[in-house]
């Protein structure tokens, strides 16, 4: 199967109802709702992603 040339409709509502809780969106946010949609279809992270180094919580003083 190919990837599809359109967003699915579900992640596309999901994308759509995070617009509605926070504005500005950060990319951190639109990841967070693009991997739990992965996860839910069931789809592998492969072996290898380019990524940026974890960022740590910063600790409430």
């Known amino acids: 199967m190919s990837?599809?040339?359109?967003?699915p409709a579900d992640l596309?509502?999901?994308?759509d109802t995070l617009e509605t809780m926070r504005d500005p969106q950060t990319s951190q946010d639109r990841w967070g709702f693009i991997r739990v949609w992965l996860i839910r279809h069931g789809i592998e992270?492969?072996?290898y992603l380019p990524v940026e180094?974890?960022?740590r919580p910063e600790m409430d003083q």
């Open 12 to 15: 596309r509502r999901d994308l």
């Open 3 to 7: 990837w599809p040339q359109t967003i």
């Open 53 to 55: 180094p974890e960022r």
């Open 45 to 47: 992270a492969p072996e």
